[in-house]
């Protein structure tokens, strides 16, 4: 057996999650290595049971019973709660629903109105969105149009150069924990003190960072925050996003979409609308069921696990990752995006190679699943709940053998 094969065995034997595993449906038959789940998070073996159930009995039998008595009407704030310790914050601050888009377009407005209600005269000044240069795309748009809502100019700012950016004009910025390209992880504690310094607010996007590594919401101060579900929770495609808006803020939070799932007595169908106390302020309309109770059965798979194993466990996969690459591909054939430090890596390894979109074809073809993003970058998102050592060595072999065959 060579010398990496051997290292994965000893890590995988000492592996405390390697359970976990078992929680998953996942190709233990095949050759299939699964280093998507930063795209699609893996189904929780749990999950098709629930949603049987959610179907047959509770829509099923009980039909419109069921909003009361299967708890469909609290289910925002319910499974809000359920996500809030796998990203440091207390409960009542999250709700779930609707996609990260929408969430992005309400915290963003949002945070302006609360720059602008928050010192008078000076607040109304605010006319700027600082928005990460590097941003996965949807989040860009979303500011660019909430910022002609909102007259605004919009600022595109690589993260690193957001402090220097700040100043009396900005009202919000909006920032990714996880850069979705090359898996770079920011300083989320040192940039939110920044923008609070400048009397600015924060909108982190959590897509590429909750469930992976520990975020520390309510420990940093963070304003609001959003993310997906359907990657590193396990969610399912196109499960629900949720939004996070600081206690402190809730009372003024001023939602750009009022519907009536957030006023204060829903039922009351009063043509004027008041907001309701808390989380449930960020709701819209009528929440997607199905779909959010398939991430509830999901979520079940974190009970007992820490964020912290599971982030000790995403450090040492992408570390051995890397050293199988290095053992494995000749030098110079890739190029690897994501940062070697531990505090500036997310859970994925980003490689830039010729031909990236023809070597990631090749792979999956061989049952080693990763992604491929324009122009060259191959991603491969280690989900440390189900991805092992023995994965991380034979995706890293195969990438050896398929770039061989796609030139030197
Ligand atoms: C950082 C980030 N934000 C937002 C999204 C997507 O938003 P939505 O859930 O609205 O499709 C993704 C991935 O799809 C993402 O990686
Ligand atoms: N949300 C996705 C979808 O609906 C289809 C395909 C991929 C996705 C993704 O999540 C892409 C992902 N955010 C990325 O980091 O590229």
Redesign the pocket.
Known sequence: MSEPKLRAKELDAADGLAAQRAEFVLDEGGEAVYLDGNSLGALPVAVPGRVEDVVRRQWGELRIRSWTESGWWTAPERIGDRIAPLVGAAAGQIVVGD????NVFKAVVGAVRLARSADGAAGLARDEIVVDATT?P??GYIAESAARMTGCTLRPVPPSEVPDALGERTAAVLL?HVD?RTGRLHDLPALTAAVHAAGAYVVW?L??SAGALPVGLDEHGVDLAVG?TYKYLNGGPGSP?YLYVRAELQDRFDSPLPGWNSHAEPFGMRPGYEPAPGALRGRVGTPDILSMLALEAALDVWDGVPVEAVRAKSLALTDFFLECVEAYVPEGRVECLTPAPHEERGSQVTLRCRDAGEVMRRLIERGVVGDFRHPDALRFGFTPLYVGFADAERAAGMLAVVLAETGP
């Open positions: 996609s990260t888009s929408v996965f949807t989040d990714n979705y996007d897509c590429h997906c996003a």
